[in-house]
């Protein structure tokens, strides 16, 4: 992610406001989808800050419902500053890139347990495309090719607790020799709606989540070889909250490293963040 964040996962179908029906989490992997012919479009500012250079971008992403079930959503970054940081995914439905991406969400699974409770499950695809900015660091020179974005993510929700857990792939394409790191991403979400702020329209209804994020990511290689240091391992957690007010919603959190195995050619990350605007139509 980056200055960061946007989030653009939804999380909570569950909540009172109909219409806001896609949204959840900032970070971590989640199951809604919008509505059967409902829009939404978000905007949010993503980062990261480290030991040298921070990195900021803002995101915008259109998402439309098919189906009930079925949900569509393209993205586009506009990248203010980048440092040469690990490989990361930064959320379930927007990369924490420079690239533009198409990624579409099938609720494959939904069954409901009791009152306002259900347990479900969501598969996510997409294609990524390279954007005209290029990335801090060694991977600033690489040929950069298309990649694909494949995610699971499983649940329940109820009236006042939410959990979740998601395993992510992005894959990149080579290009003459040139790869991107492969990611394996991965996450679980607890999140609370407080009984005092547990309120319907014209009252603004929020809720609390604790993510843990974790991101595991290979050597990038340039003309056929790969480069020791690039890629690593770490898990990142922290508080975000979500407010839904009518068709409008606004989150945002931050997250810190809890484990860190990083390449030597990678800047350590200090902090995570994002905020995220919604609006529903």
Do not use: C
């Not at 905007?43 to 250079?53: F, H, I, K, Q, V």
């Amino acid at each position: 992610m980056t200055t960061v964040g946007v989030l653009a996962t939804l999380v909570a179908g569950f909540s009172p406001a109909a219409r806001a029906s896609g949204h959840g989490p900032v970070f971590g992997m989640t199951t809604p989808t919008n509505a059967a012919g409902g829009w939404s479009l978000d905007l949010g500012l993503m980062g990261r800050t480290g030991d040298g250079n921070d990195g900021a971008m803002t995101r915008a992403m259109l998402s439309y419902g098919v189906t009930e079930d079925v949900q569509v959503s393209v993205s586009a970054p506009l990248v203010f500053a980048s440092g040469p940081f690990a490989p990361a995914r930064g959320t379930a439905m927007m990369p924490g890139s420079g690239d533009f991406e198409a990624i579409g969400a099938w609720r494959f699974h939904r069954r409901g347990t009791a009152v306002g409770t259900r347990v479900e499950s969501t598969a996510y695809g997409g294609i990524i495309a390279p954007g005209p900015q290029k990335p801090a660091g060694m991977a600033r020179d690489l040929r950069r090719a298309p990649g694909v974005y494949t995610a699971v993510a499983s649940g329940i929700a109820s009236r006042s607790h939410y959990l979740w857990g998601g395993v992510g792939y992005t894959k990149f394409s080579e290009r003459r020799g040139d790869e991107r790191p492969d990611i394996l991403s991965y996450s679980a979400v607890w999140g609370y709606r407080p009984p005092p702020l547990r309120k319907e329209y014209p009252h603004w209804d929020w809720r609390v989540f604790l993510e843990l994020t974790g991101e595991r990511s290979g050597n990038l290689r340039r003309a056929g070889v790969e480069h020791a240091g690039t890629g690593g391992h770490q898990v990142l957690l922290g508080p975000t909250a979500l407010g839904i007010y009518r068709n409008y919603a606004i989150e945002g959190g931050v997250q810190f490293p809890v484990y860190r195995d990083i390449g030597v050619r990678l800047q350590r990350e200090t902090v995570r963040y994002a905020v995220n605007f919604s609006y529903f139509f």
